[in-house]
């Protein structure tokens, strides 16, 4: 089958899964940007959403940096990943400006390319006009401008979005069983019951039964604050390359200005580390040189779940053991009409692995699970869901023969 067909037709083991009767209610496990997008969307969509998160408040793992930049991932060529996120970008920019114009807190960013093959993509790009021209521009020594990218506040986000959702905090769900509906046991073994369940939860979501054969891995990930009174020019847009920096935002009632961010995979550990800040202040100064040698005042770490294609994994949730009957004969070859379709387990999803582009991605994935559970069209090419199936690893395993 060729990419073509494929716009317009799903396989069998990535089938689009049963809607769900519109007012049942769905269970989100973890309140980051992932789990209460999704959960706005649902209750838009009319169903009835509980997020559980084991934190005091939502938001307070990857996703409670005091800012996030918007930063456009730039590829040469027509691969998912370039396209998943363009459009992703896209709509996390009208999401958000429609939620409340204030989270976006700096206008404007500029990406630098740290290598000549860099230029010549940047300049590569260009020439392929994907993007508008009021959307990106040829800047001074072969950067590109973004002038509507930039830089938003988590914290905003979090205070609007805990307005209008059903959060439940401090409660660590460890165990999940199905026998008809849904029951969530939380490590004081408390149950509650759910018809669905949508697993949020970075990179802990494959500590389920359920969710242990998935291929996410934590990346560490630590960022460093500086003080822009200290320093006798500021950068006025996001600036981009070898790492980023951010111009002076208030967090907390004083201004501060953020680089970051570090990279350490497989790294659970949250300690700050100096390694990681000197990390983050030499590609600081890279991009603006007044960073040398100013003082640093604070920093956070965090976990980033990835996937082994750096996509997110969104959609339904395959039973591994029933997948390798269904599809063992996939390394064959992928004679579609003659497979069944994809053997799920009922009523389960995730919405994971977002990686280190997760305020960027997170509108778009949680429109796709609603659209999907509630058998709307998707926002999406049928190839991009695809590309975005948690099965994907299953199965192109089976292809290999694996
Ligand atoms: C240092 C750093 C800098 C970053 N900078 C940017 C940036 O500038 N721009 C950008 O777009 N992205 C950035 N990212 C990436 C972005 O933060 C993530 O992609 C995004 O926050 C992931 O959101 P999430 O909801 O999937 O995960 P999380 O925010 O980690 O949320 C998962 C939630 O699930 C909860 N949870 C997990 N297991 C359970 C359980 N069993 N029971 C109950 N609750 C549970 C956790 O408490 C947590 O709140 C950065 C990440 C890091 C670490």
Same mark, same amino acid.
């Not at 790492?243 to 935002?249: E, F, H, M």
């Not at 983050?280 to 040698?293: H, I």
């Not at 991605?361 to 199936?389: N, Q, R, V, W």
């Given at each position: 089958?060729?990419d073509?067909?494929?716009?317009s037709?799903t396989r069998? %083991?990535?089938r689009?899964?049963s809607p769900? *009767?519109?007012?049942?209610h769905?269970a989100l496990i !973890?309140g980051?940007i992932?789990?209460?997008?999704t959960a706005?969307a649902l209750?838009k969509?009319? #169903?009835?959403?509980?997020?559980?998160?084991? $934190?005091?408040?939502p938001m307070a793992q990857?996703s409670?940096n005091?800012v996030g930049?918007?930063?456009p991932?730039?590829?040469l060529g /027509?691969g998912?990943d370039g396209?998943?996120?363009h459009?992703?970008?896209i709509?996390?920019l009208?999401f958000y400006a429609?939620?409340?114009p204030?989270?976006?807190v700096t /206008?404007?960013?500029?990406?630098f390319?740290?290598?000549?093959?860099d230029k010549?993509k940047?300049q590569?790009i260009?020439? /392929?006009?994907t993007?508008?021209q009021?959307?990106? @521009?040829?800047?001074p020594?072969?950067?590109?401008?973004?002038p509507?990218c930039?830089?938003?506040?988590?914290?905003?986000?979090?205070d609007?979005l805990?307005?209008?959702?059903?959060?439940r905090?401090?409660?660590?769900?460890s165990q999940l069983?199905?026998? @008809?509906?849904? *029951?969530?046991?939380d490590?004081?073994?408390?149950q509650?019951?759910a018809?669905?369940i949508?697993?949020? &939860?970075?990179?802990?979501?494959r500590?389920?039964v359920?969710?242990q054969?998935?291929?996410?891995?934590?990346v560490r990930?630590q960022?460093?604050y500086?003080d822009?009174?200290k320093?006798?020019?500021v950068?006025? /847009?996001?600036l981009?390359?070898r790492? #980023?920096?951010i111009p002076? =935002? $208030?967090? $907390?009632?004083r201004?501060?200005?953020?680089t &970051?961010?570090s990279?350490?995979r497989?790294?659970?550990s949250?300690d700050i580390?100096d390694s990681d800040?000197?990390e983050?202040m030499?590609n600081a100064?890279?991009? %603006?040189?007044? =960073?040398?040698g100013?003082?640093i005042i !604070?920093?956070?770490?965090?976990l980033r779940?990835?996937?082994?294609?750096?996509l997110?994994?969104? &959609?339904?949730?395959p039973?591994?053991?029933q997948y390798? *009957?269904? #599809?063992?004969q996939?390394k064959? !070859?992928?004679?579609?009409?003659?497979?069944?379709?994809?053997?799920y387990?009922?009523?389960l999803?995730m919405?994971? &692995?977002?990686?280190?582009r997760?305020?960027?991605?997170?509108?778009?994935?949680g429109?796709?699970m609603?659209?999907?559970?509630?058998?709307?069209?998707l926002?999406?090419?049928t190839?991009?869901?695809e590309?975005l199936?948690?099965?994907?690893?299953?199965?192109r395993?089976l292809? @290999? !023969?694996l």
């Amino acid at each position: 089958m060729t990419d073509k067909d494929r716009t317009s037709q799903t396989r069998p %083991w990535y089938r689009r899964p049963s809607p769900l *009767t519109k007012g049942c209610h769905i269970a989100l496990i !973890g309140g980051g940007i992932a789990g209460l997008c999704t959960a706005l969307a649902l209750q838009k969509a009319g #169903y009835r959403v509980t997020v559980f998160d084991r $934190e005091p408040h939502p938001m307070a793992q990857a996703s409670g940096n005091p800012v996030g930049i918007l930063d456009p991932y730039l590829v040469l060529g /027509q691969g998912a990943d370039g396209a998943f996120y363009h459009q992703a970008l896209i709509h996390a920019l009208a999401f958000y400006a429609a939620l409340d114009p204030d989270i976006m807190v700096t /206008q404007g960013l500029t990406k630098f390319p740290v290598s000549p093959p860099d230029k010549q993509k940047f300049q590569k790009i260009i020439a /392929q006009e994907t993007w508008p021209q009021d959307f990106m @521009r040829a800047a001074p020594e072969g950067r590109l401008d973004f002038p509507i990218c930039g830089a938003l506040s988590p914290p905003k986000i979090r205070d609007i979005l805990s307005d209008r959702l059903s959060i439940r905090c401090g409660i660590t769900i460890s165990q999940l069983d199905h026998d @008809r509906h849904w *029951t969530l046991t939380d490590s004081d073994q408390t149950q509650y019951e759910a018809d669905a369940i949508i697993i949020c &939860g970075g990179p802990a979501s494959r500590h389920f039964v359920q969710t242990q054969h998935l291929p996410l891995e934590p990346v560490r990930g630590q960022i460093t604050y500086l003080d822009p009174e200290k320093m006798a020019d500021v950068p006025s /847009q996001v600036l981009c390359g070898r790492g #980023y920096l951010i111009p002076p =935002v $208030e967090v $907390e009632d004083r201004m501060i200005m953020i680089t &970051g961010a570090s990279f350490d995979r497989k790294e659970i550990s949250l300690d700050i580390r100096d390694s990681d800040h000197q990390e983050n202040m030499a590609n600081a100064a890279s991009l %603006w040189p007044l =960073v040398e040698g100013q003082t640093i005042i !604070g920093g956070r770490c965090a976990l980033r779940a990835y996937s082994p294609d750096h996509l997110p994994l969104c &959609g339904p949730l395959p039973d591994a053991g029933q997948y390798q *009957t269904a #599809y063992n004969q996939l390394k064959h !070859g992928p004679r579609h009409q003659e497979f069944d379709p994809a053997p799920y387990q009922p009523g389960l999803y995730m919405v994971s &692995g977002l990686g280190a582009r997760g305020f960027m991605s997170a509108p778009l994935l949680g429109d796709m699970m609603s659209s999907l559970i509630s058998g709307a069209p998707l926002p999406l090419s049928t190839p991009l869901y695809e590309s975005l199936h948690p099965a994907r690893f299953l199965i192109r395993n089976l292809i @290999r !023969g694996l």
